[in-house]
């Protein structure tokens, strides 16, 4: 894992406008921290932590654009290289991610310890999504249209009612099984990470299922169309 890890640091700059891509994930971390720290409302919460993903998300696609190159394709270690370096390095990335929008929310549920539940369902729901874009990840890149449509129809059913602030609080609440706000918090942040270890798995296993098919070319840019 370690070695995979080093692996995918050490590819990650020779991807595709690794500069813009580096510059716009500090970009949408700090917006996403900021929102976080602000985030009374619902929509600033979510999307604090949405913006925090997509930042690991753009950092996570450069080894994607790597993969696509001619001498990787042909390369004896194409298979890690699309299959476990993609999935740890997913994994690390969001879980940094996932654990700096958790530090932005704790200190917003100091301050405002009335709305504990609420945060913890915005939590939750930034993990949920955050596993769902993982598993995305883990087949976009062989079958674009397929994976894409069944991406947006899962997310049409949690971002809506996140931003409309139609998420029942009380509903969630329910299945925790402590007295105290704190306890739970810790509970749903443990569950929140275990999601996303889960889905780190299961991106992995998909990608060892479709790394021998072809690149979709509608997944990548026009530049890099002309390398496949």
């Known amino acids: 894992m370690i070695n995979d890890l080093k692996l995918g640091f050490k590819i990650m700059k020779y991807g595709h406008s690794v500069k813009l891509s580096i510059i716009g994930s500090i970009a949408m971390a700090v917006l996403g921290l900021v929102f976080c720290a602000i985030g009374i409302t619902t929509t600033s919460s979510f999307l604090g932590g949405y913006l ?14 790597v993969n696509a190159a001619n001498l990787v394709q042909t390369s004896p270690m194409k298979k890690r290289l699309q299959t476990s370096v993609p999935a740890i390095f997913s994994i690390f990335l969001m879980l940094t991610a996932y654990l700096l929008n958790v530090a932005v929310v704790a200190v917003a549920v100091c301050a405002n310890p009335e709305a504990v539940e609420f945060f913890c369902t915005l939590i939750m729901c930034t993990a949920v999504l955050t596993g769902v874009i993982m598993l995305y990840y883990g087949a976009v890149y062989k079958y674009f249209v397929a994976s894409t449509v069944i991406f947006f129809i899962i997310f049409i059913f949690i971002y809506p009612s996140v931003i409309s602030g139609d998420i029942n609080d009380e509903l969630y609440w329910n299945f925790m099984p402590f007295a105290g706000y704190w306890e739970n918090f810790a509970l749903t942040v443990v569950i929140g990470l275990a999601i996303i270890l889960v889905c780190g798995v299961l991106q992995y296993l998909i990608s060892l299922a479709v790394y021998k098919a072809p690149i979709s070319k509608l997944a990548l840019g026009a530049r890099l169309r002309s390398q496949l």
């Open 52 to 65: 925090l993903m997509m930042s690991a998300l753009l950092l996570l696609q450069l080894i994607s654009t």
